[in-house]
């Protein structure tokens, strides 16, 4: 059944084009990896997912509903999740902060009835400040939740970023190059993370990712793209030995053999 | 992201209409009594000139920064005392009054720029707006003290334009009021030739694209902030001067009426468009000749100071349709 | 990383089951979700409260004036810092809403007379009417503000400003008559207390009627009003809406990404705040009305764009976005242009009203530039920026010495 439909999607700037043609779709619970070289047009199809972006023709749409036009506040309500390559934390904002604005979107809390803080109110807070302190202790971030984000090592932002978009109780999680940065043992254990999400929550994830060893790993399908054109989709296997991806990859593919 | 929709579209169209309908209601006012609508518009294009003069400043500054500089207005403020001081207390010509008065604006504005400014390079645009109206508000006060509140009210510097007049067919328009629009021409193209074509001013819009770029490539950031903030000083100098040379009933040698007239250049900067001299220029007339008309016009009981409230009126209206102004060049807004 | 992978059906993140573990995280978190944090501040509140009922007694009228209007700074800061120091949105507008609220209260509040125009409502009235009017007049604002950025905003609320002071200047004036002339309200009753010049603390001592206003009552009512604000913004600070302000404040960007509704939230924020300005307003109106001409000041005793200033000054001493520091700037601030124009005579180098050299009113405007650029140029953040630093470095320390200790822990896997 499929959660996420991306309906052949053309991105232009000006002269340039990042996305052309781009069709696949993403079914419920999978873990769907987008891959491709720098350049290729991953960030730019996430951000045409949750509408950052707007496609120039061509549609986005998750679980029938079209979200193409929506603003991007709304997919977030809708359920999409999403992290970015270079980071967007809140810097000044301590970690349990950032983790409960996760939560913004699975409460209800307005304006006034937090300057009451009636009984509702008070019961949220403590409620939803639970469900961060589990996500933190999953993460490994407990120790650092009173610090403001920006004095942290970037690998530890990393994990926030990947704490809030949990936080959200997504229907959709899209994470551009979550370990990108990370030393080796660090992106294992965010992997295993990931794969646990997934596997024992059933969220659908989409992965953009660089590294290809981690993507045939885990990945149930893969979706390769080059100079914004599609250029391989199908199962890890298939995709590994497609010729165009081996082109695309070549220095990397010549040394992983 | 979008391109040119219906909607611009609409907004330009109604845009023209209106333009039209002014144009139309100007001619109507020049027909039913040429003397007078020629008269408020010499005196538009007076203070239009001042406006602009004052607006140069500003533009110069956000040029190098992307800083709104309230301290300009204090800078203009304590232009004109200084050229009354030179004239009145010490006795010397007007010319040297200008000069001097230039000189200790420039020095003003470096310092300010060095000792304030400088240490908060990384700080929240708005921070380092908020401090330039601490500067304001300081020069302001400094003004005060120095020359007392209300003693040189009613004053004006004496000049040798005092009250010499060209006239124009039967209308007499102040000498003085002319030479404010030719130094604010003047300047202008002073400024769009340092802009373009010097060294200077291609390293001043470089720095205020990236400063740290500009940086990594040798340039002076800091020199090149701190001579526009030179450059600025001298205008408001020169603004300052005028403002205090002029006899018109709303001016006069008072330091908050000085701030409040200078406050109006800011509309005239976001009409003409924050980046643009030449914007300045126009923006600055244009406020000045609504203000005008609104003065002769619109009689003051009814509408108390309309004229004084309409370049904000003015301001608000650009902001809502077109936000970059006549001239100036549109944000970037980076994800 | 966790262990346990059994069950936890309620709780989707694989979680440690264990009561304790449980148990603590349940307390930390209940004490995140409190108001106060520590005893300490319980401590604080009781003493604050305690001043609150005391200086009022012991104070002359003079200075009763003085603190009551650094209440109504006080009230005023508190609504800018929603805005400014939380939400991030550059605004010179306060004195907009001040002066909205200024105005229905001396009209709402003056006795009916034939001279002056008044309607003779009572103190709670018109303190409604003007907030609601100071939230609609900011939901107007907050709309276009949407679409502007930093240098933008600031110009257009500067002529905010001014274009407010002129439509009130153009209702007043019909009848010659302006904001702060006599026929003042007199009374103010709110919560069964007169806190007017009737006032009569609380049943202890009989009205002093000697012909002059008594200040003592307002004293009382606008530090309870700060109080009642203080407690309103800190409650939304510390929830959600909170956090969603301080989310656009960062990055708007990301913060739409997570869900928060710009439209939401800014327009939110500007109602908010004005809501609060025009409250600090219609305060102001009863304040002042009852100041004779002559002790008008130059500075801040008029509302325009050096009352903005005033107020703007103030969170930035205090501190952006701390409820707090807010109070003691405004304390602070709010009492200098009273206090210096007290002591002038004590200082040698001030001159008496109608003498030359330096006035007070001028020596309390530069004093209050020096310390707002002096403020920015050291502390960005202000008084409160500089606690939260040292918090910061505090904690900073403290995870660094439990990784030193970590270290020696032969490798259990999962915990970073």
Known sequence: ?257 | MTAPTRARRTIDVGLFSVFAVFAVVLIALAIIDGTKFFQSSLAGLAIGGIYALVCLGFVVIYRATGLLNFAQVGLVTLGAFVAFNVVSTWGLSWWVAIAVSAVVCAIAGFLFQRFVLQPMTGAPLFSKILATIGIFLFLQALVEWIWGTGAASGQVIENPFMLSTFTFGSTPMLRIDVVSLALAVVLMVAFFVLFEYTRAGLSMRATAIDPEAALAQGMNVNGVVALSWIIAGVTAAVAGTMLGSNASPNVGLNATMIALVALRAFPAMVLGGLDSPLGALVGGVIIGLLESYALAYVPAENLGQFAAVLPYLVMIGVLLVRPFGLFGSSDVRRI | MANATAESAPSPMPAATNDSDNAARKALVRRDARIFTSWWNWLALVIVVAVWFVAPMMVNNEWARVLSFAGIIAVAALGLNLLTGYAGQASLGSAAFMAIGAFIATYMGRAVDDRVPGLGQPFTVYLVVAIIAGGVVGFVVGLPALRLRGNYLVVVTLGLVFITVWVIDLITRKNGVTVSVAQPPNTAEFLGIDWGNAFNFFGMREPAYNGEFRYHGLMYLNWLFVGIVALLVKNVVRSRPGRALQAIRERDVAAEVVGVSLFRYKVGAFVMSSAIGACAGALYGLHVANLKPTQEAAFGNSIGLGMSILVLTVIIVGGIGSVYGTVVGALIIGSLPEVIGLFSDKLPFIAGPGESGLSAAVFTAMLSAVLLVGTLVIEPFGFAGTMRKIKVHYLQRKTAARHDDAELEVTSSSQP
């Open chain 1, 1 to 257: 059944m499929s959660l996420l439909e991306v309906d052949d999607v053309t991105l232009r700037f000006g002269g340039v084009t990042a996305l052309e043609h781009v069709s696949f779709s993403v079914d419920e619970g999978e873990l769907f990896a987008i891959i491709g070289p720098n350049g290729a047009g991953k960030t730019s199809i996430f951000n045409c997912l949750n509408a950052v972006y707007r496609p120039t023709t061509g549609g986005v749409r998750l679980d029938g509903v079209d979200i193409t036009r929506m603003k991007p506040s709304k997919t977030a309500q809708l359920g999409i999740a999403r992290t970015f390559q270079n980071l967007a934390l809140f810097n000044n904002l301590t970690v349990v902060d950032n983790l409960m604005l996760g939560r913004h979107v699975r409460m209800k809390t307005g304006f006034l009835s937090a300057m009451l803080w009636l009984g509702p109110a008070h019961r949220a807070e403590i409620t939803n400040r639970m469900r961060c302190e589990e996500i933190a202790e999953f993460l490994g971030l407990s120790e650092y939740r009173d610090l403001p984000v920006g004095v942290l090592p970037y690998g530890i932002q990393k994990k926030i970023e990947l704490g809030r978009a949990l936080a959200m109780d997504p229907r959709l999680l899209l994470l551009d190059e979550p370990v990108a940065g990370m030393n080796l043992e660090e992106s294992e254990l965010l992997t295993e993370a990931i794969v646990r999400v997934n596997a024992e929550l059933g969220v659908t994830t989409v992965l953009v990712e660089h590294d290809m060893h981690l993507v045939m790993d885990i990945a149930d399908r893969v979706f390769a793209l080059d100079f914004g054109v599609p250029i391989a989709q199908g199962t890890p296997e298939e995709v590994r030995n497609d010729p165009k991806v081996i082109e695309a990859y070549l220095g990397e593919m010549a040394d992983n053999g």
